[in-house]
């Protein structure tokens, strides 16, 4: 997996030349206060130290890398010279971070061990500065490498949740589309009746008419061949809309569209289903609506008692169908524990809703969906009542 690159890490070739001068004068210093039998190793170890800490970021580009090599030098220094410097535990902690941002932390962690039981086996020979600074390296290095650690793993859950995010969006996308194919299918079997019904009838009214003039046997011919053109292409339209989920679709049988009139086997099958009451209630005067509109309350009933059955197993439901003057409003409710008033549905049920919310717009009407204020989960859909045209 590969990482953002840091914040600010034009700064890091300024950083290291100001750390790299900060060790060169403390070197200096420390060169001038120790003895003279010791000045010559302690200065050829500090100068190893700044060549190292310039030169191992430029020549070896991993982390893990340098944090091992700068550590290493400290603890040798500790060991041969009973002396650590300020410039090294900055030095140490900035590869620490590194190390735990973009490598492995164990490494770190290992190194940094030494440093502790040196800290804690007591006092060396000479000043209680190294002490102070061995117990420092041992705790503040291994901090740096958890913070880099910390900081990794909240840009890899940042990372994950976009792509979650992403992946569902293009999940939904591809149902709304596919139940938008599902919908055009549909809808293509009820209009491809009537058109086919007026076809025959245009046929039939040219050749069983009588008396009837030249010039409205053509135009009943010139309707017939029209709708039959019409049929054929909505046809081909349904064919550019198939996909996988049909492979199988010229060959199904025709069966009738399911309408209002089948909604009591709806009820019917969600009682044997869930093993709970569920209702139907009508109001106002029922009347025979335009089958694309049947359809679409048909599957907004059967979706949603599906729903209530996967997100509220046990609960009651009630169906009800009210005919207004120009509207049938569909509402389905479930006394289930439900989600907070106003509160959208559950992500997993976001397709189903998605879909149905298509299929109420696809035919002029409107869906809504959430919490209700008594509790339980609700569906409301209001869809246009004009009455069926009789051919």
Not at 247 to 269: K, N
Request: proline content about 7%; some cysteine.
């Amino acid at each position: 997996m590969t990482t953002d690159a840091e914040p600010r890490e034009h700064l890091l070739p300024v950083a290291t030349a100001l750390l790299v001068l900060g060790a060169f004068a403390e070197s200096l210093m420390r060169l001038r206060m120790a003895p003279v039998t010791t000045r010559s190793a302690s200065g050829a170890l500090g100068l190893c130290a700044v060549a190292t800490l310039t030169a191992v970021p430029l020549a070896l580009p991993g982390p893990a890398t340098v944090a091992a090599l700068i550590l290493v030098m400290s603890l040798l220094s500790l060991v041969a010279f009973h002396s650590l410097t300020i410039s090294g535990l900055i030095a140490g902690m900035a590869a620490g971070y590194r190390a735990g941002r973009h490598g492995p932390p164990l490494l770190v962690l290992a190194l940094a061990l030494p440093f502790l039981i040196a800290a804690l086996a007591g006092p060396r020979p000479g000043s209680s500065e190294s002490s102070v600074l061995t117990l420092l390296t041992a705790v503040l290095v291994p901090a740096a490498a958890q913070v880099g650690v910390s900081r990794r793993l909240r840009a890899q859950v940042e990372e994950g949740s976009a792509r979650r995010a992403d992946f569902e969006e293009r999940l939904l996308e591809h149902t709304k589309r596919g139940e938008r194919a599902r919908i055009a299918r549909e809808l293509h079997d009820i209009v491809a009746h009537h058109i086919s019904m007026v076809s025959v009838q245009a046929e039939t009214a040219r050749l069983t008419t009588p008396g009837l003039p030249e010039a409205g046997a053509k135009r009943f011919q010139a309707i017939g061949e029209t709708a039959r053109a019409a049929l054929t292409e909505m046809r081909r339209l349904l064919g550019v809309l198939k996909d996988d989920q049909w492979p199988d679709a010229e060959t199904a049988p025709l069966r009738p569209q399911p309408g209002l009139g089948h909604v009591t086997e709806l009820i019917d099958e969600a009682r044997e289903a869930s093993g709970s009451a569920t209702r139907l209630l009508l109001s106002g005067r029922p009347v025979p609506l335009d089958p694309g509109v049947e359809l679409a309350a048909y599957r907004i009933i059967q979706e949603a008692l599906t729903n209530a059955r996967r997100h509220a197993p046990g609960a009651a439901v009630d169906v009800e169908l009210c005919y207004d003057d120009g509207e049938l409003r569909v509402r389905i409710r479930d006394n289930g524990p439900g989600l907070p008033y106003g509160a959208e549905g559950p992500s997993s049920a976001g397709h189903g809703l998605a879909g149905m919310r298509e299929r109420a717009a696809a035919v002029g009407g409107v869906l809504a969906a959430g919490g209700t204020s008594g509790g339980g989960f609700s569906v409301e859909a209001a869809l246009p009542a004009k009455p069926r045209e009789t051919v």
